[in-house]
Protein backbone atom coordinates (compact mmCIF):
# COMPACT_ATOMS: atom_id res chain seq x y z
CA UNK A 1 0.00 0.00 0.00
CA UNK A 2 1.74 3.53 -1.22
CA UNK A 3 1.50 6.43 1.27
CA UNK A 4 2.71 9.49 1.39
CA UNK A 5 3.23 11.31 4.56
CA UNK A 6 4.25 14.83 4.84
CA UNK A 7 5.66 16.14 7.96
CA UNK A 8 6.80 20.27 9.28
CA UNK A 9 5.09 23.29 8.20
CA UNK A 10 3.24 25.74 10.90
CA UNK A 11 3.56 29.04 11.90
CA UNK A 12 6.55 31.88 10.69
CA UNK A 13 6.88 35.43 10.44
CA UNK A 14 6.62 36.90 6.54
CA UNK A 15 11.24 36.64 5.72
CA UNK A 16 11.28 33.15 7.91
CA UNK A 17 11.92 29.76 6.84
CA UNK A 18 10.54 26.41 7.07
CA UNK A 19 10.85 23.02 5.75
CA UNK A 20 8.32 20.09 5.09
CA UNK A 21 9.05 16.62 4.13
CA UNK A 22 7.33 13.62 2.75
CA UNK A 23 8.10 10.37 3.43
CA UNK A 24 6.77 7.93 0.81
CA UNK A 25 6.46 3.88 1.60
CA UNK A 26 5.00 1.18 -0.60
CA UNK A 27 6.70 1.54 -4.04
CA UNK A 28 9.67 4.35 -5.23
CA UNK A 29 8.31 6.88 -7.93
CA UNK A 30 10.02 8.80 -11.09
CA UNK A 31 8.92 12.15 -10.07
CA UNK A 32 8.10 13.54 -5.95
CA UNK A 33 6.71 16.86 -5.93
CA UNK A 34 4.97 19.68 -4.13
CA UNK A 35 1.52 21.46 -4.64
CA UNK A 36 -0.29 23.83 -2.72
CA UNK A 37 -3.68 25.53 -2.22
CA UNK A 38 -4.40 28.75 -0.60
CA UNK A 39 -7.80 29.35 0.85
CA UNK A 40 -10.70 30.46 -1.70
CA UNK A 41 -7.75 29.45 -4.33
CA UNK A 42 -7.16 26.33 -6.88
CA UNK A 43 -3.95 24.26 -6.48
CA UNK A 44 -0.93 25.59 -7.65
CA UNK A 45 2.25 23.77 -8.44
CA UNK A 46 5.27 24.52 -6.23
CA UNK A 47 8.42 22.33 -6.88
CA UNK A 48 9.31 18.71 -8.30
CA UNK A 49 12.01 16.82 -8.24
CA UNK A 50 13.14 13.42 -10.96
CA UNK A 51 15.19 10.82 -9.38
CA UNK A 52 17.79 11.50 -11.15
CA UNK A 53 17.83 14.90 -9.40
CA UNK A 54 16.08 17.38 -11.85
CA UNK A 55 14.32 20.27 -10.06
CA UNK A 56 11.32 21.97 -11.49
CA UNK A 57 10.19 24.99 -9.92
CA UNK A 58 6.82 27.63 -10.08
CA UNK A 59 8.20 31.54 -11.07
CA UNK A 60 6.84 32.55 -7.61
CA UNK A 61 9.33 30.44 -5.62
CA UNK A 62 12.56 30.14 -7.68
CA UNK A 63 15.18 31.61 -5.33
CA UNK A 64 13.37 31.24 -1.94
CA UNK A 65 12.41 27.67 -2.64
CA UNK A 66 14.59 24.79 -2.93
CA UNK A 67 13.59 20.98 -3.70
CA UNK A 68 15.72 18.00 -2.50
CA UNK A 69 15.13 14.19 -2.68
CA UNK A 70 16.53 11.34 -0.85
CA UNK A 71 15.95 8.03 -3.11
CA UNK A 72 17.58 6.04 -0.21
CA UNK A 73 15.14 6.92 2.07
CA UNK A 74 12.20 7.79 -0.14
CA UNK A 75 11.85 11.39 0.81
CA UNK A 76 11.13 14.84 -0.48
CA UNK A 77 11.97 17.70 1.31
CA UNK A 78 11.38 21.43 0.52
CA UNK A 79 13.07 24.03 2.29
CA UNK A 80 11.35 27.67 2.17
CA UNK A 81 13.32 30.96 2.22
CA UNK A 82 12.16 34.59 2.67
CA UNK A 83 8.53 33.43 3.38
CA UNK A 84 5.83 35.85 2.21
CA UNK A 85 2.06 35.97 3.46
CA UNK A 86 1.19 35.26 0.04
CA UNK A 87 3.08 31.36 0.63
CA UNK A 88 0.02 30.81 3.28
CA UNK A 89 -1.55 27.41 2.03
CA UNK A 90 -2.05 23.74 2.61
CA UNK A 91 1.19 21.80 1.11
CA UNK A 92 0.53 18.71 -0.54
CA UNK A 93 3.37 16.19 -1.49
CA UNK A 94 2.71 14.33 -4.77
CA UNK A 95 4.00 11.53 -6.26
CA UNK A 96 4.22 9.86 -9.86
CA UNK A 97 5.47 6.86 -11.54
CA UNK A 98 6.03 8.95 -14.59
CA UNK A 99 5.78 11.83 -16.28
CA UNK A 100 4.55 12.35 -19.89
CA UNK A 101 3.78 15.92 -20.20
CA UNK A 102 5.23 17.96 -17.61
CA UNK A 103 5.77 17.55 -13.84
CA UNK A 104 3.66 20.97 -13.08
CA UNK A 105 0.21 19.21 -13.76
CA UNK A 106 -1.31 17.96 -11.14
CA UNK A 107 -3.03 15.21 -13.44
CA UNK A 108 0.30 13.84 -13.88
CA UNK A 109 0.54 12.59 -10.52
CA UNK A 110 -0.45 9.24 -8.48
CA UNK A 111 -0.61 9.64 -5.26
CA UNK A 112 -1.11 12.58 -2.92
CA UNK A 113 -0.03 13.09 0.92
CA UNK A 114 -3.00 14.19 3.52
CA UNK A 115 -0.99 18.11 3.36
CA UNK A 116 0.42 20.09 6.07
CA UNK A 117 -0.30 23.61 7.16
CA UNK A 118 2.10 26.60 6.10
CA UNK A 119 1.11 29.93 7.41
CA UNK A 120 3.13 33.46 7.39
CA UNK A 121 2.18 35.96 9.23
CA UNK A 122 3.01 39.49 7.81
Known amino acids: QVQLVESGGGLVQAGGSLRVSCAASGRTFRFMGWFRQAPGKGNEFVAAVSSGGSSYYADSVKGRFTISRDNAKNTVSLQMNSLKPEDTAVYYC??????????????????WGQGTQVTVSS
Open 94 to 111: AAAMSITIAPSRRSQYDY
